[in-house]
C-alpha cells in the first residue's frame, strides 16, 4: 500500500515558477514508477509526465515539454514537479501517482492517486 500526499501548489502568475512535490509512505516508493497528471475544470484528466522507479527514464506530455521537470528523491520517497514559463492554460489541479511501470502510468492505469493540489496560474 502506498499513500501519496501532494504539496506546493498555488496562485502564480503567467510566465512563473512553481515546485510540486508529493510524498509517498511505505517502504515500497523506490519499486514504483511516478506519475503527474492534471484536470482543468470541465475538462478529462490528462497525462502530465512520468518517472522510472530508478529516475532514468522521464516522459513529457507535449504541452508541457520543455517548461516542466519532473524527478524522484527515492531516500525521501519524494517526487517532484518543478513548472517553469507556466500558462494560464496550466491551471488545473495537479495529482501525484504511482504505477508498475511508466507504460501503465501514461494509460493512465495508476494503482495509487494522491489527493490532488490546486495550481492557478493568472494572466
Known amino acids: 500500500q502506498v499513500q501519496l500526499v501532494e504539496s506546493g501548489g498555488g496562485l502564480v502568475q503567467a510566465g512563473g515558477s512553481l515546485r510540486l512535490s508529493c510524498a509517498a509512505s511505505?517502504?515500497?516508493?523506490?519499486?514504483?514508477?511516478m506519475g503527474w497528471f492534471r484536470q482543468a475544470p470541465g475538462k478529462d484528466r490528462e497525462f502530465v509526465t512520468a518517472?522510472?522507479?530508478?529516475?532514468?527514464?522521464?516522459y513529457y506530455a507535449d504541452s508541457v515539454k520543455g517548461r516542466f521537470t519532473i524527478s524522484r528523491d527515492n531516500a525521501k520517497n519524494t517526487v517532484y514537479l518543478q513548472m517553469n514559463s507556466l500558462k494560464p492554460e496550466d491551471t488545473a489541479v495537479y495529482y501525484c501517482?504511482?504505477?508498475?511501470?511508466?507504460?501503465?502510468?501514461?494509460?493512465?492505469?495508476?494503482?495509487?492517486w494522491g489527493q490532488g493540489t490546486q495550481v492557478t496560474v493568472s494572466s
Open positions: 518517472i522510472s522507479w530508478g529516475g532514468g527514464g522521464t
Open positions: 511505505g517502504r515500497t516508493f523506490s519499486s514504483y514508477a
Open positions: 501517482s504511482a504505477g508498475q511501470s511508466v507504460t501503465t502510468i501514461i494509460n493512465g492505469e495508476s494503482q495509487y
